[in-house]
């Protein structure tokens, strides 16, 4: 009698270790795969904005040829001399893409989008707050610390002197260094309204991986 209700016992906690090892793998295997997912995604928008701002170029230069030997009257005719009304835009989950960012150190290398929503973090990091992309000011980039190591998760990683390549639209990958490193309050934003007196800087901000701060990455053109 006690051997058999000791047997039972022992199949029912198996049954459950069983259920654990099973539901953890599982959740493992769901987890690379959405982490495979999302970067295959993110570099197919990468290559399709790697594409638009080539061909870009070439609008803008057989735009300026055409310019060249055409009719002075355009301009006064209303036609756009602006090659940016014409220009191909590309976007990621229905988001404008604004340009892309590279950390070497981190192996990373995301497109940026121009926006802040639940929706926008969960597919890529996005513009919080800036002049934009390659412009002189500060341009602060947020993204999310995930433990799968997606997004910012590992900028914990990153340092002073660290470099950071940001592509805008327009094609122009300009070189920025870290040169402050410092966590703060989410509610902080002063960090962003700094005054950088006519130089191009980004901030990058992500969580911290308790969450009850924020990580900020300050750097500028070097």
């Known amino acids: 009698m006690f051997n058999s209700k000791y047997s039972k016992v022992l199949t029912v906690i198996l049954i459950i270790v069983i259920i654990g090892i099973v539901g953890t793998i599982g959740y493992f295997v769901y987890d690379l795969y959405v982490v495979k997912s999302k970067n295959n995604k993110a570099q197919e928008i990468l290559e399709e904005f790697s594409n638009a701002s080539i061909r870009r170029e070439f609008d803008d230069t057989d735009k300026n040829e055409s310019d060249s030997a055409g009719n002075p009257l355009d301009s006064i005719n209303g036609v756009e001399s602006n090659s940016t009304a014409n220009s191909e835009k590309v976007y990621m989950e229905g988001y404008e893409v604004m340009g892309t960012i590279e950390i070497p150190k981190t192996n990373l290398n995301l497109p940026i989008l121009a926006e802040v929503t639940k929706k926008s973090l969960e597919t890529s ?98």
Not at 197 to 206: D, V
């Open 125 to 222: 990091v996005a513009i919080l707050y800036g002049v934009g992309l390659n412009e002189p000011g500060n341009t602060t980039i947020v993204g999310h610390n995930y433990r799968n190591g997606l997004f910012f998760s590992d900028n914990k990683k990153l340092a002073v002197g660290d470099i950071i390549y940001i592509t805008d639209q327009a094609g122009n990958r300009v070189t920025y260094e870290i040169y402050d490193r410092f966590q703060t309050t989410p509610s902080d934003a002063q960090y962003m309204e700094r005054d950088t007196e006519g130089a191009r800087e980004i901030s990058l901000s992500t969580c911290t991986d308790n969450s009850k701060a924020r990580l900020i990455l300050l750097a500028k053109e070097k």
